[in-house]
């Protein structure tokens, strides 16, 4: 199985910060990873697809980059309704595996 | 609109079996996979498995083999999901989500606890 690992596990920030998260896949990918938001009691919504592709409707702040083993999701200027909770997945193969999530919380 | 509906709330009893349903509804069944995705109570997301409903084909995680059950009815657009042999460990929202053959779940439904308790 391909294993994901995002890093931070948690992270602090401000209204307007930019902020960064990284996944890394224990083996090669390439484009083939999405990055999820869940909130609290809610189910994960999609947010970015092949590495760097928006979904449609997901605001422009949010972008995706990376291929291979290793990717980022960027937030260029936090909003109060990002805090979240974010999930990478690999969709080169099965079983489909997701990262461990990173917390985004308010400072 | 495009929506997955998930059957309500279970409480089982360890090594009994449950059964979750999610109907599909806003765009052609047979066109998409439908992944289920499971959540234990403070934990991330698991990947159970996955149904073509066109044909009914199945892929499951090594860590269910044997104890899950996708299964689906295209008279109705509905899409099942049994697990047996519950266990504590088993206590979790599962979710339906549906993707292309890319496998990126676009479209969720809401979840549906499944608590095991004795």
């Known amino acids: 199985d391909i294993q994901m690992t995002q890093s931070p596990s948690s992270v602090s920030a401000s209204v307007g910060d930019r902020v960064t998260i990284t996944c890394r896949a224990s083996q090669g990918i390439s484009s083939w990873l999405a990055w999820y938001q869940q909130k609290p009691g809610k189910a994960p919504k999609l947010l970015i697809y092949a590495a760097s592709s928006l979904q449609s409707g997901v605001p422009s702040r949010f972008s995706g980059s990376g291929s291979g083993t290793d990717f980022t999701l960027t937030i260029s200027s936090l909003q109060p309704e990002d805090f979240a909770t974010y999930y990478c997945q690999q969709a080169n193969s099965f079983p489909v595996t997701f990262g461990q999530g990173t917390r985004l919380e308010i400072k | 609109q495009v929506q997955l509906v998930q059957s309500g709330a279970e409480v089982k009893k360890p090594g009994a079996s449950v059964k979750v349903s999610c109907k599909a509804s806003?765009?052609?069944?047979?066109?998409?996979?439908m992944h289920w995705v499971r959540q234990a109570p403070g934990q991330g997301l698991e990947w159970m498995g996955i149904?073509?409903?066109?044909?009914?084909?199945?892929s499951y995680a090594q860590k269910f083999q044997g104890r899950v059950t996708m299964t689906r009815d295209t008279s109705t657009s509905t899409v099942y999901m049994e697990l047996s042999s519950l266990r504590s460990e088993d206590t979790a929202v599962y979710y339906c989500a549906r993707s292309l053959t890319d496998n990126y779940m676009d479209v969720w439904g809401k979840g549906t606890t499944v608590t095991v308790s004795s």
């Open positions: 806003g765009y052609t069944f047979t066109s998409y996979y």
């Open positions: 149904i073509n409903p066109s044909g009914g084909s199945t």
